[in-house]
């Protein structure tokens, strides 16, 4: 049988991923339905929130006559802009797995299946991929559009004439820049080099939504407010950009009127045309692309010599099995790019946290004694769970990035129980210089009292001990050996409980706390002493926080122990 | 040296180790030969540490595995079929990683480390990262490893596994001179040739059971064999002689 591009030769070449899926279907177990129904969840209420945003936006646009008209064109073509730059980038990055890294490739590339179909097939598999979020996000967009359209059905027509296409052309485009990339440089260098753009793409888009305040949107001061902040994420519209095609569907779509033929037609031509132009590409270029993926060339060792001598340095007073863990797992997160590419992430969310509280409204420092005390403790709850957040990607993995390596450990005579400290003691220190920052910080643009931020700091202290256990107790408790990526790890249903956990953790800490800071400021503000009875609950809530957090550090790494010992490798 | 007591492994229903007792003594290299799936990996792997027994006793170098983990591991050396390591890791520093974890100082073993890389020709490749290492490469630096904190038992699963003839060589050389000097090698093959070329004794496992424990000539007069080679015997003692059939079918 010769297998040529057909859909029915993409069909059976796809056919190992669709079984794949109904099987997993077939023999999910509890955790993965749980986590199955916590991301339709998250996913459903995301979705709400976009749609809501738009609606609103779009119902404000419209009591502007002369208005109207551009603000939807401008409003259209951001998101259209958006689609085709995002996935232009998740598509360079997903086409290096799905065409070049996988697995199954050497069997599919030494069978006699002709380039074309195999291409055809890997095309499908990096657009769905690459696409499903970008898709997942433009639902709840379009369907705003069509909800304020004088023809709703005729919208959701364009939206369904001109938007495939845009995907179509944004993948066909990204694989042909990956299938350049990959004739031209060592996988290796091809994967590091994508990875870190790909992260600094997402730390720009964070930064840039983040600065022009889209809170602004909810309640605009005026039209302009509006206009500004979709003119900030347009570029220069161009009448030869595919985006610009979509937009001007859509918008005829939007306005009721009969949909242009000419965008519709270059739409449908240019996304087959690269899909031709692809296959073309791929005859010449497929073989020396995939040839040099599997050259292992030398790799290069870190490339901060100094970075290693520091780390020596820096690991000698500890004793022998800590300072080998340590040093092990310093050198591998930095010298992975998945790895220490995260950390761009992570100075974007503190970056973006603190800002939040840098934007208040300039009379918030002068609120009433009551609200800024409020809003410094509530500020503990929010910090905790940002510092949850980057420990389920940070400390929930660090037993399972052990990986298929783990047998070294089991086979030696370290015990799980070293094992689980050694991962403790490594990921305390720059959690608790985290914690310090994102408190002390956020509770200084709050003018919080004195009072309030050495509380804030001593208890975000603690909850930084209980986190980090639970991190490592829980990781080690739901360990995921075999991944691709480490954050798969965190992304597993384990890494979904590790998330509840901490944050009924953090909690209940401040439920307890709340009553002696009630105690404490009610008497402050009065300008009483503290009585004997209120001296007493609030001795006991304190000592019930501190016991607390010490559970939640014994008892997880305890169970992970455990579970670790009893575990078959 | 190695002691197995009444071992026995059950997945559920399925008995893959069923009530193995063996002795491997002081310097003796022991091969553990049975055709696939019948339990010489799960032996292994539970002598290893890395699974654990069912029922039984387990025992190395006089420590019992199971109430003296780290004593017991710390006498015991390790080399899987599958070498899975951390990429990340130049071959140096992995082997400076494995003299931690053993409890050494790896700055008093640098001699020692140096001795091991050169020995198995990754000294000239020390400082590069395993990721580019091929499989004979890596299986080569595990091995390296296993021998770093002078064991007094090595157990090896598979050790010809993607190993080119040179390797394959300086294998069997080393471990016959690790076993004169009073050290017991328990080694898992299917590697006929190496298994008679180089063990003491040798023991054939069959559905989860010894059927057969002895020297070439001892296991020759068990299968009532009378040529000198191995194959044969391992195949009437393990009612595979039926292969020709199948051969005839492919």
Redesign the interface.
């Known amino acids: 049988m010769t297998l040529e591009f057909t859909p029915a030769s993409i069909a059976a070449l796809l056919a190992p991923y669709s079984r794949g899926v109904r099987n997993r279907q077939r023999h999910a177990t509890r955790g993965d339905r749980l986590r199955a129904f916590l991301f339709a969840s998250v996913t459903i209420l995301f979705a709400f929130f976009v749609f809501a945003g738009f609606y609103r936006v779009l119902l404000y646009i419209g009591q502007f006559d002369e208005f109207t008209a551009p603000l939807t064109h401008r409003v259209l073509d951001t998101v259209s802009t958006f689609v085709l730059t995002v996935l232009l980038a998740s598509t360079v990055v997903t086409a290096l797995a799905t065409q070049y890294l996988s697995d199954d490739l050497s069997l599919l590339v030494s069978s006699p299946v002709p380039l074309p179909a195999l291409y055809g097939a890997r095309l499908v598999l990096t657009l769905l991929q690459s696409s499903w979020m970008v898709v997942l996000f433009s639902v709840p967009v379009y369907a705003a559009f069509a909800a304020t359209a004088p023809s709703p059905s005729l919208f959701l027509a364009a939206v369904a004439l001109a938007f495939p296409p845009l995907v179509l052309i944004a993948t066909c485009i990204g694989s042909m820049v990956t299938a350049a990339l990959m004739a031209a440089f060592p996988a290796r260098r091809v994967k590091e080099m994508l990875l870190l753009l790909s992260a600094l793409f997402v730390v720009l888009l964070v930064f840039l939504i983040r600065v022009q305040q889209p809170e602004r949107l909810l309640n605009p001061r005026s039209i302009y407010d509006v206009a500004e902040f979709f003119s900030t994420f347009s570029t220069p519209s161009s009448p030869f950009l595919p985006s610009a095609w979509t937009t001007s569907v859509l918008v005829a779509g939007r306005n009721g009127e009969t949909l242009p033929l000419m965008p519709l037609l270059l739409l449908w031509s240019t996304a087959a045309a690269l899909v031709v132009i692809g296959c073309w590409m791929a005859r010449g270029l497929y073989a020396i692309g995939y040839s040099r993926a599997q050259e292992?060339?030398?790799?290069?060792?870190s490339s901060l010599p100094f970075v290693d001598r520091l780390l020596e340095n820096v690991s000698r007073p500890f004793e022998?099995?800590f300072?080998?863990?340590l040093?092990?797992d310093l050198?591998?997160f930095l010298?992975?790019t998945t790895q220490w590419s995260q950390l761009l992430l992570l100075v974007a969310l503190v970056v973006v946290y603190l800002y939040n509280f840098s934007v208040l409204p300039s009379n918030f420092t002068f609120a009433t004694f009551f609200l800024q005390n409020l809003f410094s403790f509530l500020n503990l709850g929010l910090a905790g769970f940002v510092l949850a957040a980057v420990a389920v990607r940070f400390v929930f993995t660090s037993v399972s990035s052990e990986?298929?390596?783990f047998?070294?450990?089991?086979?030696?005579?370290?015990?799980m129980e070293k094992l689980l400290w050694s991962k403790f003691w490594t990921a305390l220190p720059p959690l608790l210089i985290l914690s310090q920052i994102l408190t002390l910080a956020s509770n200084h643009f709050l003018g919080a009292t004195l009072f309030m931020t050495v509380l804030s700091s001593v208890t975000i202290l603690f909850v930084t001990f209980g986190i980090v256990g639970l991190g490592v107790g829980m990781g080690a408790a739901f360990p995921k050996f075999k991944f691709e990526n480490v954050t798969q790890i965190a992304g597993s249903s384990g890494g979904l409980l590790y998330m509840i956990a901490a944050s009924s953790f953090v909690a209940a800490v401040l439920f307890l706390e709340s009553i002696p800071v009630y105690l404490i400021l009610s008497a402050d503000f009065r300008g009483l002493p503290l009585t004997g009875r209120a001296l007493a609950a609030s001795v006991v809530a304190l000592s019930a926080v501190v016991v607390l957090n010490l559970l939640a550090v014994a008892l997880p790494m305890r169970w992970g122990r455990s579970k670790l010992d009893?575990m078959?490798? | 040296m190695i002691r197995l007591e009444a071992l026995t492994k059950r997945y559920g229903a399925h008995e893959a180790v069923r009530n193995l007792s063996l002795h491997v003594p002081a310097g003796e290299l022991f091969g553990f030969l049975g055709p696939n799936g019948a339990g010489k990996t799960t032996t292994i792997?539970m002598i290893?540490?890395?699974?654990?027994p069912t029922s039984g006793q387990i025992e190395i170098a006089g420590h019992d595995l199971a109430s003296h983990?780290?004593?017991a591991?710390?006498a015991?050396g390790?080399i899987?079929d599958r070498p899975?390591?951390?990429e990340?890791?130049?071959a140096l520093?992995f082997m400076?990683?494995?003299?931690?974890?053993?409890?050494?100082?790896?700055g008093a073993l640098n001699g020692r480390i140096d001795e091991l890389l050169t020995l198995v020709e990754l000294h000239q490749?020390r400082?590069?990262?395993i990721?580019?290492?091929?499989h004979g490469m890596k299986q080569r630096l595990v091995m390296a490893s296993a021998f770093l904190h002078q064991p007094k038992v090595m157990v090896v699963d598979e050790p010809m596994v993607g190993l080119d003839p040179k390797g394959a060589r300086l294998i069997k050389q080393v471990f016959r001179e690790y076993c004169d000097s009073g050290n017991s090698v328990f080694v898992s093959t299917h590697t006929l040739e190496v298994a008679q070329e180089l063990c003491d004794r040798i023991g054939i496992i069959l559905r989860g059971e010894l059927v057969a424990l002895g020297t070439m000539e001892e296991l020759k007069t068990k299968a009532e064999v009378k040529g000198q080679d191995l194959e044969e015997i391992f195949l009437k003692l393990t009612g595979g002689e039926g292969f020709k059939e199948s051969e005839a079918a492919l």
């Open positions: 292992s060339r030398p790799a290069r060792l022998p099995r300072r080998s863990l040093l092990k050198r591998t010298r992975d990986g298929r390596a047998w070294i450990l089991r086979s030696s005579p370290l015990t009893a078959e490798i | 792997k290893a540490g890395l699974l654990r983990p780290v004593e591991k710390g015991l390790f899987p899975f390591l951390y990340k890791l130049s520093e400076r990683f494995v003299a931690g974890i053993y409890g050494y100082d790896p490749v400082s590069q990262l990721e580019s290492f091929s």
